[in-house]
């Protein structure tokens, strides 16, 4: 067998082919019965591309991704199977593709693409590619619509940054207000009701308001107080609703900075 380019696809007999070394754990994934339906139903290319680079001094082959495709192959009995080989790749890169190999693992928004493809070039339906990664046909459609979100927070969302149930409330909003409130869902660690109630208010046209700082107590206006007189310059503390919080200390100059980072034991070259 020739080496391929990693250009396009051919086809390989998967008895050459063999789960990477680097592949974390021993045990084989196992296809739930809807992945194996729709793969004979509807071929094996409607599964995870799977990608493989050739192991060194062997006709042999490593299989990066679609190590599920492969495990649905042996099942249904199909003994060549579509695909990509990646010549010159580095192990350090092998592991990195290693890494997102796993449907269950894999980010939402790759999930996302997977399935849209899968609807819009593979004739397949909202439930059939649902199926493939345990959704519901009502859930599957919104995974596909955070595609219509705004990039940054697409990647925001690829992330992990922001979770599913808050992109799904950011949805139909226009793109200033998507990234305004992806911000605030990241600094504030807003919850997915909290969104949603904004997301509803920003729809009808209704200007969020920022909610109003705790008033300091006592114990709070002891505290500034305190941390003011060690490091000798102005300290403020501001709480957030979500819990946390930040530490500001004032400074007129770089040499009153130099003292209060002398104070708080950081040495300048």
């Keep these: 067998m020739t080496r ?4 396009g696809l051919i086809h390989l007999d998967i008895g050459l082919l063999e789960p990477s070394k680097f592949r974390p754990g021993k045990v084989l994934p196992t296809p739930a019965p ?3 339906e729709l793969a004979k139903n509807q071929g094996i290319d409607k599964l995870p591309q799977i990608n493989v680079r050739p192991l060194e001094g062997k006709q042999r082959y490593e299989i990066l991704t ?9 099942i ?15 192990n350090e890169n092998a592991i990195e593709l290693l890494k997102n190999d796993n449907p269950e693992g894999i980010d939402v928004i790759t999930k996302a693409r997977h399935m849209s493809t899968l609807v819009e070039n593979h004739g397949c339906t909202i439930v059939e590619v649902g199926r493939i990664y345990n959704l519901s046909r009502t859930e599957a459609s919104h995974r596909i619509r955070l595609l219509s979100l705004a990039d940054k927070v697409i990647d925001m969302l690829a992330q992990g940054e922001i979770k599913v149930g808050h992109g799904r409330a950011l949805v139909g909003l226009k793109e200033s207000d998507q990234l305004a409130l992806a911000q605030r869902i990241s600094r504030e660690k807003l919850n ?17 308001t920022k909610p109003k700082a705790p008033e300091k107590d006592i114990n709070h206006i002891r ?6 007189g060690i490091v000798g310059s102005k300290v403020k503390i501001d709480y957030l609703h979500s819990g946390g919080g930040d530490v500001k200390i004032h400074f007129d100059d ?3 900075l130099e003292g209060i980072l002398e104070k708080l034991g950081y040495q300048l070259d």
């Design 34 to 36: 809807a992945i194996i």
């Design 223 to 228: 505290l500034e107080d305190d941390l003011t």
């Design 254 to 256: 770089l040499d009153i």
């Design 76 to 90: 249904i009995q199909i003994y060549s199977v579509p695909v990509t080989v990646l010549d010159d790749l580095s």
């Design 4 to 7: 391929a380019s990693n250009m």
């Design 66 to 74: 679609g190590l599920l495709t492969w495990r649905v192959a042996q």
């Design 192 to 208: 997915v009701r909290k969104v949603e109630d904004a997301a509803r208010k920003l729809k009808k046209g209704i200007v969020l």
